[in-house]
Nanobody
Protein backbone atom coordinates (compact mmCIF):
# COMPACT_ATOMS: atom_id res chain seq x y z
CA UNK A 1 0.00 0.00 0.00
CA UNK A 2 1.34 3.42 -0.96
CA UNK A 3 0.13 6.75 0.33
CA UNK A 4 0.76 10.09 -1.38
CA UNK A 5 -0.07 13.24 0.56
CA UNK A 6 -0.48 16.61 -1.12
CA UNK A 7 -2.08 20.01 -0.71
CA UNK A 8 0.21 21.68 1.78
CA UNK A 9 1.36 25.24 1.42
CA UNK A 10 1.62 28.66 2.98
CA UNK A 11 -1.53 30.29 4.31
CA UNK A 12 -2.32 33.20 6.58
CA UNK A 13 -3.87 32.66 9.98
CA UNK A 14 -7.61 32.22 9.65
CA UNK A 15 -7.27 30.74 6.20
CA UNK A 16 -8.07 27.27 4.91
CA UNK A 17 -6.33 24.41 3.17
CA UNK A 18 -7.41 20.98 2.03
CA UNK A 19 -4.96 18.13 2.15
CA UNK A 20 -5.37 14.99 0.09
CA UNK A 21 -3.99 11.51 0.57
CA UNK A 22 -4.19 9.15 -2.37
CA UNK A 23 -3.96 5.47 -1.45
CA UNK A 24 -2.87 2.90 -3.99
CA UNK A 25 -1.87 -0.73 -4.06
CA UNK A 26 -5.03 -2.33 -2.72
CA UNK A 27 -8.55 -2.65 -3.98
CA UNK A 28 -10.04 -2.77 -0.50
CA UNK A 29 -9.38 0.78 0.57
CA UNK A 30 -12.74 0.93 2.33
CA UNK A 31 -11.48 -1.62 4.85
CA UNK A 32 -8.65 0.61 6.02
CA UNK A 33 -8.77 3.10 8.81
CA UNK A 34 -7.02 6.29 7.81
CA UNK A 35 -5.54 9.07 9.89
CA UNK A 36 -3.60 12.29 9.78
CA UNK A 37 -0.69 13.03 12.07
CA UNK A 38 1.57 16.03 12.15
CA UNK A 39 5.01 16.99 13.33
CA UNK A 40 5.69 20.61 14.19
CA UNK A 41 9.24 22.00 14.10
CA UNK A 42 11.16 20.71 17.10
CA UNK A 43 8.28 18.61 18.37
CA UNK A 44 7.18 15.01 18.28
CA UNK A 45 4.56 13.46 16.07
CA UNK A 46 1.03 14.37 17.06
CA UNK A 47 -2.27 12.71 16.27
CA UNK A 48 -4.70 14.96 14.41
CA UNK A 49 -7.69 12.94 13.25
CA UNK A 50 -8.69 9.44 12.22
CA UNK A 51 -11.53 7.89 10.32
CA UNK A 52 -12.11 4.25 11.10
CA UNK A 53 -12.78 1.82 8.32
CA UNK A 54 -16.44 1.62 9.21
CA UNK A 55 -16.76 5.24 8.21
CA UNK A 56 -19.18 5.76 11.04
CA UNK A 57 -17.09 7.79 13.39
CA UNK A 58 -14.14 10.12 13.31
CA UNK A 59 -11.77 10.94 16.11
CA UNK A 60 -10.29 14.40 16.46
CA UNK A 61 -7.59 15.81 18.62
CA UNK A 62 -8.95 18.51 20.91
CA UNK A 63 -6.69 21.07 19.30
CA UNK A 64 -8.42 20.75 15.93
CA UNK A 65 -12.02 19.97 16.86
CA UNK A 66 -14.45 22.28 15.13
CA UNK A 67 -11.81 23.45 12.64
CA UNK A 68 -10.64 20.31 10.82
CA UNK A 69 -12.76 17.73 9.02
CA UNK A 70 -11.68 14.38 7.68
CA UNK A 71 -13.49 12.75 4.81
CA UNK A 72 -12.86 9.91 2.43
CA UNK A 73 -13.88 8.98 -1.06
CA UNK A 74 -13.67 5.21 -1.30
CA UNK A 75 -14.32 5.30 -5.04
CA UNK A 76 -11.22 7.44 -5.51
CA UNK A 77 -9.17 5.79 -2.76
CA UNK A 78 -8.54 9.23 -1.34
CA UNK A 79 -8.73 10.79 2.09
CA UNK A 80 -9.12 14.51 2.62
CA UNK A 81 -8.38 16.82 5.50
CA UNK A 82 -10.22 20.12 5.33
CA UNK A 83 -8.53 22.62 7.60
CA UNK A 84 -10.32 25.86 8.42
CA UNK A 85 -9.47 28.76 10.68
CA UNK A 86 -5.82 27.78 10.63
CA UNK A 87 -3.56 29.00 13.38
CA UNK A 88 0.22 29.46 13.46
CA UNK A 89 0.43 26.52 15.86
CA UNK A 90 -0.97 24.30 13.09
CA UNK A 91 2.31 24.74 11.22
CA UNK A 92 3.74 21.27 10.72
CA UNK A 93 4.46 18.49 8.29
CA UNK A 94 1.25 16.52 7.92
CA UNK A 95 1.34 12.79 7.33
CA UNK A 96 -1.43 10.46 6.31
CA UNK A 97 -1.46 6.90 7.54
CA UNK A 98 -3.51 3.77 7.00
CA UNK A 99 -4.06 0.58 8.92
CA UNK A 100 -6.35 -2.42 8.80
CA UNK A 101 -6.39 -3.36 12.49
CA UNK A 102 -7.37 -0.11 14.14
CA UNK A 103 -9.77 -0.18 17.05
CA UNK A 104 -11.17 2.72 19.01
CA UNK A 105 -8.60 2.41 21.78
CA UNK A 106 -5.66 2.55 19.39
CA UNK A 107 -6.89 5.03 16.83
CA UNK A 108 -4.60 7.83 17.97
CA UNK A 109 -1.46 5.75 18.27
CA UNK A 110 1.01 6.11 15.43
CA UNK A 111 2.29 2.60 16.05
CA UNK A 112 -1.13 1.24 15.11
CA UNK A 113 -0.77 2.25 11.47
CA UNK A 114 1.03 0.12 8.94
CA UNK A 115 1.40 2.50 6.02
CA UNK A 116 2.55 6.12 5.84
CA UNK A 117 2.72 8.85 3.27
CA UNK A 118 5.72 11.11 2.80
CA UNK A 119 4.24 14.21 4.42
CA UNK A 120 3.19 17.61 3.17
CA UNK A 121 4.23 20.89 4.77
CA UNK A 122 1.64 23.33 6.07
CA UNK A 123 2.88 26.75 7.12
CA UNK A 124 0.51 29.21 8.78
CA UNK A 125 1.74 32.77 9.06
CA UNK A 126 0.50 35.15 11.73
Amino acid sequence: VQLQASGGGLVQAGGSLRLSCAVSGRSTFSRYSVAWFRRAPGKGREFVVANRRSGVSAYYADSVKGRFTISRDNAKNTVYLQMNNLKPEDTAVYYCAAGSRIISSTVSGAESYDYWGQGTLVTVSS
